[in-house]
């Protein structure tokens, strides 16, 4: 089986992340996507993550996305995926804490005690949902547990992360997908609407 390894993406990665996402588009929703605004847009969130992972200090909140890349052994991608974060009013997650600041989640619960201020989380504020978005794997590539270890990985900087999970959302046709998605594990009660007005 082909080696290859799971690392951040970095801004020298554009390329590669712009032509799987529009690869994606194409055999996901048979779309072509507006390469003067996809270009720019995966730009900002390589951009933003190599902020937030060099400067310790910045607001997680600046990195609008966060990328990580499966790379063969010559060092080109091959896969990428995508996570966005998702605040919840039903968690009120503090940025700093991770935990509600005012109301406890169960009406019974115990009182938490009282913790002391950790310092955030680069890329994301703890306590909040991962989205995973923009999920890829060159044709070449596919069938070799590629996005098992691009999940598994995001899985565990999720709990590393303290956040509240992942989510995902998938075409129902696309059943290879879905089949995938519940061998990791993921379940869902829930249905997805839309109203696109862009």
């Known amino acids: 089986m082909p080696s290859f390894a799971i690392r951040e993406a970095t801004p020298d990665d554009l390329d590669a992340v712009v032509a799987f996402n529009a690869a994606m588009a194409t055999e996901t929703e048979n779309l072509t996507l507006d390469m003067t605004v996809l270009r720019p847009g995966v730009k900002a969130v390589l951009a933003a993550q190599a902020l937030c992972r060099d400067d310790p200090s910045a607001d997680p909140q600046d990195a609008r996305g966060r990328y990580w890349v499966a790379v063969g052994s010559s060092g080109v991608a091959v896969a990428c995926l995508m996570i ?81 999970g992942l989510r995902l959302y998938v075409d129902r046709a696309n059943e290879r997908a879905v089949a995938t998605y519940r061998r990791m594990g993921m379940t869902s009660h829930y249905d997805l609407y839309e109203n696109m007005f862009a």
Do not use: M
């Open 84 to 164: 966005t974060h998702e605040w919840s009013d039903w968690r009120n997650a503090s940025r700093e804490l991770g935990v509600a600041e005012e109301t406890p989640r169960r009406q019974h619960a115990p009182p938490r005690a009282p913790t002391a201020p950790r310092p955030p989380c680069p890329y994301s504020p703890q306590g909040w949902c991962w989205w995973i978005q923009s999920v890829y794997v060159e044709p070449s590539s596919r069938r070799q547990g590629l996005f098992t270890a691009l999940y598994r990985h995001v899985e565990e900087e999720a709990k590393r992360a303290k956040a509240a």
